[in-house]
């Protein structure tokens, strides 16, 4: 058995903050970041609507205080039920469409339009725009009983403007479990029938420890694919030790703070749908909801950052070794970057260019950035010199 005194003497040697080395500790830690560095809500399970599969009352108020006309609109065809309607409403088009469509496209109801979110806009230059992007409500539920058959619960769930968006299953080393636990957990004990764990009804799940971070966006019980989020060390696996801090310190200072988050939600995470043949030559449809792993996403975070701050014109090398998506951050980065403006509201590019002298990889990247656009039309893809200068002189965004 390892003693009070060891375990502190141990804690510190890892440079990790001391605090309750049970998990409940290490829970009690993240929502205390969550809430003073972020500004999250901290809200009861009893907030959580089971069969809804959201947080009404926030999801409410949110409604109310950004789109008050809207809202009086709607009030005035539902009448006293016009609460109960709408949500009602909400639930069955994030049952048909999935939560990423319906966050970025909003919803109608009796020809109304109602947003669930407000992304952050391109500029401050639009008082409006700002107000109601910084009006998104950010909470965090510990202890989520999901389930309207038993009292299942998972560690905590994220929530945005009333909506689960990210849960979390934690381990804390200190008490003889890892990140691996909470894997098996989210594999066994975790019904993927459940409305909350079902496909694109929630964006992502998390298992962390102190050391490293797991992500899985299909629960399908043993079959459930966990790819790392960890930020390597000195060439490999795993997080680099931070002085005074968990490994896993970047997932709630950083990738959970306001602004990565609806980054997340709005730029980076996307279904992709792709036709697969079966053994019996059967072809089918399948859909898939990608989360980037950490070098996607800190390349891609990078190179807008430099670029934003230095403009067109510099040289990069992205090293990508074999396998790890390479195309996906290709996609991204032109996306991005197509999108990007200067200071006075300009197109820092009038158009992206990718090149590749290699065919399969072509047609690789020809579909997963096109299939990366949420606007049709933005991206062509060109084989001649002719069709190049077409596209040039039309304006593609991305070529």
Request: with cysteine; proline share 2%; net charge neutral.
């Amino acid at each position: 058995m390892i003693s009070g005194q060891t375990r502190k003497l141990k804690q510190q040697k890892n440079n990790m903050p001391i605090t309750n080395t049970k998990e409940i500790g290490f829970e009690d830690f993240i929502e205390n970041e969550l809430l003073s560095l972020h500004g999250y809500v901290a809200r009861s399970a009893t907030s959580y609507d089971k069969k809804l599969c959201m947080d009404t009352e926030l999801l409410v108020k949110f409604l109310k205080e950004t789109q008050a006309e809207s809202w009086q609109n709607l009030v005035e065809q539902h009448g006293t039920d016009v609460e109960q309607n709408v949500l009602i409403r909400i639930d069955k088009e994030i049952s048909e469409r999935g939560l990423l469509d319906v966050l970025r496209k909003g919803v109608k109801d009796r020809g109304v339009k109602l947003d669930l979110v407000f992304f952050k806009p391109e500029n401050d230059l639009n008082v409006e725009t700002t107000k109601s992007y910084e009006a998104n409500i950010f909470s965090i539920t510990r202890q989520l009983k999901y389930s309207e058959k038993n009292e299942n619960s998972i560690d905590f769930g994220l929530f945005l403007n009333g909506l689960p968006i990210f849960t979390v299953e934690l381990k804390n080393q200190m008490t003889g479990q890892t990140v691996r636990n909470a894997i098996s957990q989210y594999k066994n004990s975790r019904d993927s029938k459940e409305k909350l764990l079902s496909f694109k009804r929630c964006l992502t799940h998390f298992a962390v420890d102190t050391e490293e971070v797991f992500m899985c966006t299909r629960l399908a019980g043993l079959a459930s694919y966990f790819l790392p989020f960890n930020k390597g060390k000195e060439g490999g696996k795993g997080n680099p030790i931070v002085e005074g801090k968990y490994k896993t310190h970047y997932l709630w200072e950083d990738v959970w703070s306001k602004d990565v988050f609806l980054d997340l939600v709005h730029n980076f995470i996307q279904i992709q749908t792709e036709e697969k043949t079966d053994a019996k030559g059967r072809t089918k449809r399948v859909e898939t909801l990608i989360f980037p792993r950490y070098q996607q996403f800190d390349t891609v975070r990078r190179l807008l950052a430099h670029t934003t701050e230095h403009g067109s014109g510099q040289n990069y090398l992205i090293q990508h070794s074999a396998g790890s998506g390479k195309s996906m951050t290709i996609a991204w980065t032109a996306h991005r970057l197509s999108e990007l403006h200067s200071d006075d509201a300009k197109h820092i590019f009038d158009s992206v260019i990718i090149i590749t002298d290699r065919r399969v990889l072509d047609s690789q990247l020809s579909q997963t950035v096109e299939s990366f656009s949420q606007v049709t039309g933005l991206v062509k893809h060109v084989e001649t010199s002719a069709e190049l200068l077409t596209a040039l002189q039309g304006g593609t965004r991305v070529i």
